[in-house]
């Protein structure tokens, strides 16, 4: 079982009645403690550095290792890099990490990315563009430059982009 933010619910009832569930059944109500603790873990993981634990999971945590699970390669080298902060941070809040092993796993299509900018020109840089646009001499090499130019100038005056 995987252990992330998104699998913690804080809505009462959905909570109490996951937890009721595993105490009817014997085997199941033995895992409720291990299930508490790794969403203990996770909820102190996310407190440090939420922004980078939105896609992180603890896939394990046994003997003082620490074994997470994040989608990207980049996401990895970032969270190497605040590494020492997270075990100072789970020092103090009792969680012994002796070690912190990341794993990269494409687990599911998550939204990482950031929305990019919308790039906006200014009226004067359009005119510019528009100006280039009839000073390129009409050769071969130059139509399809000459064509591009115009019709970005044609879509950033009608507001499209």
């Not at 980049?74 to 990490?97: E, F, I, M, N």
């Amino acid at each position: 079982m995987r252990f992330n933010s998104s699998n913690i619910s804080l809505k009462r009832p959905t909570a109490v009645g996951a937890t009721d569930f595993l105490r009817r059944n014997d085997r199941m109500a033995a895992l409720l403690p291990a299930v508490e603790r790794m969403a203990r873990l996770q909820k102190d993981c996310a407190a440090c550095l939420p922004t980078m634990f939105k896609h992180c999971e603890i896939l394990a945590f046994e003997d003082g290792q620490l074994v997470l699970s994040l989608p990207t390669t980049a996401l990895a080298a970032k969270l190497k890099q605040q590494l020492p902060k997270l075990q100072d941070t789970l020092a103090r809040r009792g969680w012994q990490v002796a070690a912190v092993k990341l794993k990269v796993q494409m687990t599911k299509a998550v939204e990482i990315k950031e929305k990019m900018r919308a790039l906006e020109l200014p009226p004067a840089a359009v005119d510019a563009f528009d100006q280039l646009s009839s000073s390129l001499e009409a050769s071969p090499q130059n139509s399809q430059l000459i064509d591009a130019v115009k019709a970005m100038v044609a879509r950033r005056r009608a507001g499209g982009g």
